[in-house]
Each structure stands twice: as structure tokens, then as C-alpha cells.
């Protein structure tokens, strides 16, 4: 068995945010606190503009930083290979959030400790998908063994890079792109008001 | 509780609390079996979602946004901890789960708002007869008790009908369906002055469909498994990915993944266009109808039957009326002809290309090709939303849509489309394959919406929705007698008004109507209003009396109406009342002990009965055309629900529908191509017009519109330039000079809302800010960078929100998200919420348009203090 990771059909993505507010539903998050984001990006200039969203959560990478950096072992390699976070070992030092290029782990301020996208691993022990993944109206989200993954979109030209992410050969995460043409643009602009 | 609601805005509100408060409907509930409450997160609850320990309860989702949807809440120990959506069998795009949308998925977090209202409350400086009325809106308010709120509000129906009589009280609303209970009451207290108007359908609403032979609503266009057949798909003013949440956009992805090619014809380049990989044609604002003639013009002077043939002559001859001199409906001028409009024969004008082009904006280049795109030998789907309907005199643009739908001959065909698709009409038409059952109730007007037992309206009088507020300031207003909402009909005249009160029951007139800045004037004259609502709107705040409403999650129950044709939602309670909340009947019913009537002649028996009746009467379509009882009904589900029924045999048992949530049929069963029946013998299934066909020249609907008395329109579909349109922002058209109000402006119905529902709901707030949007040329030319603040200014009111600086517009026109709750500056009267109805006065016109995107706007850069995001500003907690 491969890596288990997320699958992201970024042509179909309408943007919806629908996995963001089932995720924050599912961890009781509070504003400001997104353990999956949806970010919304342009590129070209009027008429010929593009549009996309990035769908975003902790890539489970396989050279995970927050592994790494983390002083006390609370971010760790689950034995499915997913990287899991220990509340209990957490200082809150945020070393993780510094070093994760995805800007995944989350500090929560109420708590003093820092979390992130488990990849609903309860759920998945319980047979069920991550809540994203079953959320998502559009059907854009898959999660599971990596290999598997690509050869069942084998013939989409998937990635693991685009512009907006940084480099895959830093942490080799374990997430598989189909993506909008104009996400490899290199000229984009991120949406902040949407 | 209450101190602890008090005390926190949103933005404090802890998690701890956030489940304190989900867990309010069993108050003084010891929170045991929650695990530490300090658990961060709720991953704690992954063991009871799957493994039976926490009890999913499909909760209501009940929203005007283009779908039902299946949504489900976990309930362990009686918190509500999560939602999940339709996993009752497995999904594919042939039999789909019927998946929720981010409204649907963010109840939780408007449910158990800080904000939901907890109990009856008073506008301090109210007195019977109003007391201080420039208060309202702005005063402090007062916890009560439901007596002493009911006693005040029945005193004060009691003084408008002795004083005034029935007709002094306003109830702003279409018939609408929340409200039925508490309509009801009032109806059967006298009556009450409503409104008409053509709401979201704009000049899509019903007088085109009763004239012209056009397909209305669920029937407009072919079933999802056809659209797969379509080579080219144009799509006129169209956001499904927003405006059809659910499946609806998911069906639009089939039919991109089979190959078609998508054209976007709209000033924005949306995220529909984008996800299917459409041509982006922009046009302006409210000129579809040029286009559309344009379009006309190059198919007529280019077409030849043998070298070219573009246009489908049988087409037109067989199934049309009106298209040039020789097919004229009887007694017709032959003169007025839509071909020799079009060449502009007797006008002088030919709306040819470069025509439209200065009036639209899009290049005759590509008008051209649209032209050709959309030739009678392709699979072509037209559609449009209803947006560009919604423009001052655009009662021409269905007709013109329809006229070159004929003209190609795009109707009754597998693969071929022409009809406005929009919100739950979407791409997936046909018969419902099911009929909600009635709740056995008496109702007012049962003829017209389906009640059982159906009693007379006392009064018809119903004041066009535009107009509303000119009726209560100026004494008089243009009214209709009639029994419909949403279609005028008969003389549209002038009659006098004394509004003494205006009653509101679940919607939000002040912030969803036109005129909001007068509508504030005219709540602030009237001696009395009052709200029924769950949540603050503006509409709530500008009242004397806030009666709070349980939400769908509260209540029995109901099986959804008006969503997608082959799934079947049933709801169940999913927490007790919270707070002092009360459901619809239960109000209506203390009312009426009020004001001395007898509630059983309304309301004999329980909402739980009503739901029980409903579910038992409620069938579903066979294949073979049949229609037979849902639901399988035992003596012991009888008994356990303690109402009075007889057991019956159905496609479900009662407990497994309920369990479930959903009954879904199989739609590869039931296919639907629209206008199939006339198509194959138009003689035996004509259309419902005076001469049977499709009437590109139709008397009967200039008729209908004419006879309201607002505008006159043609026959045919001539184009009229609307008030407050791309030709009204220049003070001078032939040099192109612009005016004061130099940008055209629409609001978007708009992914984080549906309407002004969940305006307040911070998950949403945080994921969909509800900027205004402005290309970046305009922008530059502004001196506006995306993010800043904005003062947005029409003839009628300013607003205040932070921009979003795009490539995806077109210059010269800026775009709005509809349904902000209004939040006037004290000092200036600017509107800091953003609410679009502050900007929008634009005149009725025609059948009675509400024209809500004939906007004129200025815009500068706001020098004032910043707008903070909404999701970050505090919640109005009233108690």
C-alpha cells in the first residue's frame, strides 16, 4: 500500500466552499481557524480572464516539516502514514505552522496548541471518508492510497504542482491535482474578498 | 443561559460555549457523555457518527435557493455536534446522492447562533399607537412575555380594523408558504392588503407563458440524461454553480465531461463559465435583447436554404406565428412583422450587429458567430436565468429568446434546448415524480395553492411589490384585485391608501424590496409593526414587536416542496423549541384566542397531525403513470405518533422514510423532452395561445401587459430601452457622455446566502465576504485597490462595501451580493451592510417588473473608517 493522500479535481471546483464549512463543522472550529481552506485565484486580464480555486488541507506529506520541526513528537507518522497531532505532547510553540510550506497546522489560541487536518482518521477507521470528501456537492474531493489514485487518473494530466504551491520536491506531499489550465499560469492573483 | 448569550458576541464565543448553547434545547442538561468539553475540536465525535452511539436526524433545509437537499445532524446527548449529507446509498451520476450545499452544511452554526431570537421583545419607546416611531430601528429593546407581546399585538390588529378597517393592514408578501399559518389567521380576521409582483422571474414570469406558448418553470427545457445530447450549450445571465446548489451544477459537469461546448453570454465571467470551460461573451448589463435581435439579423441575411441554411423554415411555418408577413396570426398588420422589424424595414433601423454592438458591447465579429454557433442543424441548448428579466421594460426579452429558438428551431428535439433554466428548473425538467401531500388543513385561497379545504380571500387588493412603501408614505398606489402573487392581471389603478400597520411574518420585505430607504420611512410611519422571525434582520429590527419563530430544525417536520423532481426530503425534528421560540400554528393559534376568534376553525389538530396527513397523502409517480401512497403506514406508527389515521401500504415504511431522510427515484425511468408532444402533432397538443402556436407575434400578451396599464407593449418583441440602463448612464448618447450615475450595477444571487438568509451566519460570513465586485479598468479609473472600502451611491440611497477588484467583469459594470442586512450609520444614513435595496428605486414598469438589476451607481473610494469583515463584527444579540 502507497501513501494515502487527497485527490483534488480543480477543473470542476466551483469554489462553493462547501468541504471548508463541513471540515469546521466537523472540528468546531471557531472564525479564523480553517483546518481545510478554499482559496480563489485569477490570472489573464479582462476578456480573456481565469478563474480557480484551491482547495486546501494538510498534504500528509511523506518529508512532512512538522514533523521535523516539531520539538515534543506531538506531530507524528500515524501507522497508515498520515501525520497525526498528540494534543497532549503539543507546547504550542508553533514551530510546525512556521515550517509547513501549506500553511496547514492551525494555532488555537483559545487552547494554546496547535491542530490540523487528521484526515478524519476516526472516520476512516469507521469505514467512512473524510467529511470534505463526502461533503463535496461537485464531487471534486477523493481521499486514499496514492498509487491507486493516480492510476485510476491516469489519463488526467495530474499533479502535485502548481504555481500558487511551493516546489513538491520540499515535502513530497501526498496529494494528486487535476488541474484548471489556467492554474499553471505563472501569473495569478490570490481573491481575498470573494 | 441567557447572561452567558449576553456577555459574548460571536467573535469571543468559545467553543466551550458554542456547545453549551447547541445543547440549550434540554436546558439545565448536564453535559455528560460529551467527553472534557475541553476537547479543542470535534474529532472527539468521529466514534459516534459512525458507530450508532449519536443519533443522525435529517433536519430541515428549507431555503428560497434553488434546491432541497439532503442535510443531517448528529445528535449525542442531546447536542447537536455535527451535520452530514446524503449517504443513504451509494453515488454516481446516473442515481446521485442528494448532496447539501455550504448553506445547507453551515445550519449549525445559524441554528445556534448567539444571535437567534430567544424571546418575545418590545422596542422600548413603543406605546399602543407606535410611541416614539423614529425610534424604530435604532431603540433598545425590551425582554417580554408571549402574553404581553400577543396582548399588544392583538390590540393593535383589534384598533386598525375598528379604526381604519382591514384594509389599513399591509402584510408585504406574495402567499407565501411559512407564512401560511399566521396569513391564514389574519384572512380569517378580516384580510389584509398584500402585494404582486414578478419577484426573481422578472419578465420571465407567468403573462409570457399564458401568451406566447412558452414552457414555464419545471417544464422549460429536456431532462438531465438529454442534455447529455447537446453539442453547444449558451448560456444567457446563468450561475448555476451558485444559483442551483445542490446537484444542480453537478448535472452541468455530465454534460461538460460529454463533450459539449459551453458560451457564456454575461457581464461576468462567473464561476459556472469558468468551471465548464466556457467562451465568455460578455454584454452589458440588461441588453440581451439587442443581442438576441442581432442574432435575428445575421441569421436572416445570411441564411439560404441551400448554400447556408442557418434558419429551420418548417420550423417557424409549422409551429410559429408572427415571423414575417405571410405567417401572421388573423388580424394582424402584416407590416408588423418580426423579420421586417428586425431588417428595420419600416422603421428605418436594421438591429443588425454593429446595432446591438453599441448597446451591448459584444463585437459583431462574435455576434456573428454566435449566430452560427446556435444554426438550425446543431444540437443546441439556449438557456437564460432570470436574471436578465429583472431589468425596467424587458417584457420583450423572453419573446426574442423564443423567436430565435424558433428561428433555429431548437424546441422538442433530444439535445436541443430554448427556455430560461435558472434556480431548481436547472437542466434536470420534466414532471415531478411526486406530489407532497396536503396537511388536511383549511386554508385561505386552497384553489390557487393547494390547500385542502379552500376559503375566499375577504380582501384582493394587492399593491405592486415596487410600490409597497409609496403606498404607505403618499396615501396611494397603483393595486391589482386579484387572488395571484405573482402575476398582475386586469387594470393595474390607483387606489387610495391608509396603512395603519404592517404585519411580517418570516420574510424580510425590508431588505428583499426595492426602496429600502423609503421602506424605512414608511415603518417608521405606520403606528404599529410587527415581526415574526427567527433571526434580526433588518426587517425584525425596525419593528415594534419581535415574535420569535422556531426554525425548520425546531419544528415537527415537513416534507420539502419545490425541490428536485426525483428525491423526496423528509425532515424531523432535530431539537425542542429553544428558548421561548415558538412554532408558526402555535402563534397563530394564541392570536386568534386574542382577538376572540375560534383557533379550530383554522387549526384542528396538532402540527403533528398536519405532518402525519401530509406524509400519508403524499404519492409518487409510477412508470406507468400512476400515482400511489408513498409512505407504508402501520397500526403501530399510528400510535406511537398518537394521531388518528388509518394504516395504508406505500413504497416505504413511515419509519424507514424518516430514518432515512430521503426517497429517491430512478429518473432514467421517467425521461422528459419539453414541447415533444406539440412537436410531433401540434394540432391535437397545441400550445395554451389564441392561435395555438408559438406567437413570435403575440396581441394577447402586449394585451395582457398593456391592460396592467404601466407600460405599452408591442406585439412583437421590440426592444425598449429600460429606465436606469446602459443608455440612461449617459447624459448625452450620442457623444458618449456619461452621466452622474455612470456604471451599470446587478446583484448577485449570491453562494454565501439564500437572499438575506443566512446574511448572518459567521461560518458563511468568513468563507463568502459579499464584496462588490468592479472590473479593474473601472477601478484603476477610480483609484480603488481590491479590499478597499467603497461608497457605492445611486439617486435613492449609499451603501458601504469592500471591493473586489476583478478581470471577470466588464468595465462599466459592477456587480453586488444580494441579501446584506442592512446597518445604517446613525450620522450619515450611509448603509455600512452592504444591502443592495438601499441603492435600488428603480421605477415598475411593464407586467409589473421589480427591477432589481437596473441600477445607475457612482463610486468612490471610502475616506471614511475601513469596513471590518462581517464575520468579524458583533453579532446583534437583543437578549
Known sequence: ?194 | MASLVKKVTEKKLSRRNFLKITAASTAGLALTGCGSLLVPTGEKYDTSAVNGQGKWITAGCNYDCGNRCLNKVLMVDGVAVRQKTDDTHPDSPEYPQQRGCVRGRAQRNQVFGADKLKYPMKRKHYTTGGGQKELRGIDEWERISWDEALTIVATELKNAKSKYGNRSILFPYFYPDPAKAIANALHHFGGYVGSWGTGSFGSWALPVMFTTGYEWWTSSVNDRFDFLNSETVVMFGLNPAWSSPGNGFYYYLQVKEAGAKFIHIDPFYNDSAAALGAEWMPIRVGTDTTLLLAIAYVLITEDDPVTNPLIDWDFLKKYTVGFDSTMMPEGADPKNNFKDYVLGTYDGQPKDPKWAFEICGLEPGKIRQLAYEIRKDKKVSMLSGYANGRISDSDALPQAFMAVGSMTGHYGKPGHNCGASPHRININCGPFLYTVGSDEKPMYGAALFGGAKGLSFPINTKINATDLWDAVLDGKANAVENPHGIIGSGPNIMQNFDIHMIFNFMGNALETSIKANKGIEAFRKVDFVVSCASYPSGTAMYSDIILPVTTFWENVGFISELGTRDAIIACSRVVDPLYEAKPCQWIAIELMKKLGMDPNELFPFSDEQGYFNSLKNTKVLEPNGEYVPLVTITAEDIAQWGVKGLPQQGKIGLQELLEKGVYQLDLKKYRYIAYEAFIKDPVANPRMTTSKKIEIHSATYAALVSELGITKKDPLPVYVPGAEGYEASFSDWKSKVKGEYPYQMFSIHYMGRAHTNFANNTWLQEAWEAPVYMSSADAQKESIKDGDTVLIQTKYGKILRRANVTERLMPGVMAIAHGSWMDLDKQTGIDKGGNENILCGTPVSGQGLSAYNSMLVKVEKWTGESLIPDSKKPKRVLA
Not at chain 1, 463543522?25 to 480557480?52: C, H, I, W
Not at chain 1, 515534543?72 to 498528540?86: E, N, R, S
Not at chain 1, 507546547?91 to 478524519?120: H, R, T
Open chain 1, 1 to 194: 500500500m502507497g501513501r494515502l493522500g487527497f485527490y483534488f479535481n480543480q477543473d470542476n471546483c466551483i469554489g462553493c466552499r462547501t468541504c471548508q464549512i463541513a471540515c469546521k463543522d466537523r472540528n468546531n472550529l471557531m472564525p479564523g481557524e480553517l483546518f481545510r481552506k478554499v482559496q480563489t485565484f485569477e490570472t489573464g486580464a479582462y476578456p480573456a480572464s481565469g478563474l480557480y480555486h484551491y482547495s486546501g488541507a494538510c498534504n500528509h506529506c511523506a518529508d512532512a516539516k512538522c514533523v521535523k520541526g516539531c520539538p515534543t513528537g506531538a506531530m507524528y507518522y500515524a501507522a497508515d502514514g498520515t501525520v497525526q497531532h498528540d494534543d497532549d505532547k503539543c507546547i504550542g510553540c508553533q514551530y510546525c505552522s512556521w515550517n509547513c510550506p501549506y500553511g496547514a497546522p492551525q494555532f488555537l489560541e483559545e487552547y494554546g496548541i496547535v491542530k490540523k487536518c487528521d484526515s478524519c482518521k476516526e472516520l476512516r477507521d469507521g469505514g467512512d471518508n473524510p467529511v470534505c470528501v463526502d461533503a463535496c456537492p461537485m464531487r471534486v474531493l477523493e481521499f486514499g492510497d496514492l498509487d491507486k489514485l493516480i492510476e485510476k487518473h491516469v489519463a488526467e494530466k495530474s499533479t502535485n504542482n502548481l504555481s500558487i504551491l511551493p516546489n513538491s520536491s520540499i515535502t513530497r506531499p501526498s496529494l494528486l491535482i487535476k488541474p484548471r489550465q489556467c492554474a499553471q499560469d505563472k501569473y495569478y492573483f490570490e481573491k481575498k474578498e470573494v
